[in-house]
């Protein structure tokens, strides 16, 4: 009892010492316990009849019927199969933006460093509405640069935004291109921190530019790769909304309906509230329950988790 009393005395003097930082992180507490945490409990209507009328208090308890619901209905196959199509063809590109830091590593000209990663970022900045727009213009068979290059060579263009096998690919591809430059940033900050002494003795040793990158650089990078690879294998699920219902139409829905535009449709189209939580609920916990093997095996394989 005493060594408690003397830790929570120790607690509380820590705190009065530092209560000016502490006041610092009260408003971004508070704003999260506000818009992050008390939202949380909205989630009950899942399990009830919600009837804006009624409030989710007044509405009455159901169960799991809508997760049932969901579970029988022939959307369900469909959407969890396209979410998890898209998700892993985005996870395949993940090497991408690390081979492009090592590059960017390697470049001894800095004006030419410089200009090469102003031009790479630079996409990263165009709005997801523009970016679709673009992507529309460019494949349009009639007027786009895809249509004209088929005309020049007397030939007549597919309408690639209208099938849906193209659909995967355009929607990572695209995605490459826009955010595979900012991707890179963490990677070129990680490399940044590399002891130059290394590769003065790796030199020194006879080794290759090639023995460099593979016995010092990748291995600075594993840590950070590996810990954003788990990130991004626990939102596995929680393919973006807004790129893929802007490119959706209806040749090739069969291939974009995914969980998200789904219940943004029957949540808010139609007005199925408890319907679309069910379904929004259990993609969370799917996505959840990944984050938490994936980091499992990553702490029982390396030295590497997020905790």
């Known amino acids: 009892m005493k060594s408690g009393a ?5 607690t509380l003097g820590q705190i009065k010492r530092n209560r000016g930082l502490y006041l610092l992180l009260l408003p971004a507490v508070v704003l999260t316990l506000l818009f992050a945490y008390k939202p949380m409990y909205g989630v009950v209507i899942a399990f009830k009849d919600y009837s804006p009328a009624l409030g989710i208090g007044g509405s009455p308890w159901v169960g ?13 196959k469909a959407t969890i199969r396209n979410t ?7 996870i395949a590109t993940f090497p991408i ?6 590059m960017v590593n390697q470049m001894r000209a800095n004006r030419f460093r410089r ?30 640069l895809v249509g004209n290059l088929y005309k020049l060579f007397g030939g007549e263009a597919p309408d690639i935004m209208g ?5 995967s690919s355009i929607y990572v591809w695209s995605d490459v291109w826009q955010h595979v430059g900012w991707d890179s940033i963490i990677y070129i900050a990680a490399l940044s921190t590399v002891d130059p002494s290394l590769y003065e003795a790796a030199t020194v040793d ?3 530019r090639w023995h460099k990158i593979r016995y010092i650089d990748i291995p600075m990078l594993m840590p950070t790769a590996i810990t954003l690879l788990i990130l991004r294998v626990g939102g596995l699920l929680g393919v973006g909304f807004e790129k893929v219902y802007l490119m959706q139409n209806d040749l090739n829905i069969t291939a974009s309906e995914i969980l998200s535009t789904y219940i943004y449709k029957i949540g808010l189209l139609s007005s199925q509230y408890s319907f679309s939580s069910a379904v929004n609920l259990f993609n969370t916990l799917i996505n959840f329950l990944l984050l938490i093997l994936v980091n499992q095996i ?3 394989y390396s030295e590497n988790s997020l905790w």
């Open 298 to 300: 990553s702490k029982k």
């Open 115 to 144: 200009f090469f990663q102003t031009v790479s970022y630079m996409p990263h900045f165009i709005s997801t509405v523009v970016m679709v727009g673009l992507i529309l213009i460019l494949l349009s068979p009639s007027t786009g």
């Open 6 to 10: 003397v830790s929570l005395r120790r």
């Open 97 to 102: 933006p690390i081979v492009l830091a090592l």
């Open 206 to 208: 006879g080794a290759s």
């Open 84 to 90: 998890i199509i898209i998700s892993l063809y985005s």
């Open 64 to 76: 799991f019927k809508h997760f049932e619901k969901f579970f029988h209905s022939y959307q369900f």
């Open 163 to 167: 099938s849906a096998a193209w659909f």
